[in-house]
């Protein structure tokens, strides 16, 4: 016998992009230099998600925001936990000295996606400031690393999980407690 999980709506579409329009409205307001500004997203969903922000930025203050790609699946420390994935190339398209580096996720949990994608950002060289922005933080840290831009917070059970989902590859917009 198969049971099947609920779904449940914790984000729905108009929601997620009110969320997403508050999001970039708090990048515009903390980062005083937006040329300075590389989004950087994390594999997968944070990719899409920076494309997103890219997009809403760039309609409200006209400005086209550098954006590149860190994959941290080398850098993970966990990864006999984890297991790997299809690795996606990083691609970051200016030096990151002097830059201001927006770490993109969609789901923050224990942390160690974060720390590894910080690692991998370093090989890269030395930015002026890294900051994070994660749609759901849905708690269970494992080390010290917070968000500064949360979409929304969902304190979740271990055993569930949250994701994100973006029209242009999911044909559904919204968040998910699954």
């Not at 989004?39 to 930025?57: C, D």
């Not at 030096?95 to 370093?122: C, F, H, N, S, W």
């Amino acid at each position: 016998m198969t049971y099947k999980t609920k779904k449940i709506v914790i984000l729905n579409e108009k929601q997620l992009r009110n969320t997403i329009s508050r999001l970039t409205s708090e990048i515009i307001e903390k980062v005083k230099n937006l040329d300075n500004l590389l989004l950087v997203g994390i594999p997968t969903r944070g990719i899409y998600l920076s494309e997103v922000l890219e997009k809403e930025l760039f309609c409200k203050t006209g400005l086209e925001i550098k954006k590149g790609i860190i994959d941290p699946t080398f850098y993970r420390d966990d990864q006999n936990r984890v297991g790997t994935r299809l690795i996606k190339a990083t691609e970051i398209p200016t030096p990151i000295e002097k830059q201001e580096i927006l770490l993109i996720d969609d789901v923050i949990y224990t942390g160690r996606t974060v720390r590894a994608a910080m690692d991998a950002l370093y090989s890269w060289g030395r930015p002026s400031r890294v900051m994070l922005l994660v749609m759901v933080d849905r708690g269970h840290r494992e080390l010290p690393i917070q968000p500064d831009f949360c979409g929304k917070k969902v304190p979740t059970s271990k055993n569930e999980s949250i994701s994100l989902r973006l029209n242009n590859i999911d044909n559904e917009e919204g968040v998910f407690l699954e």
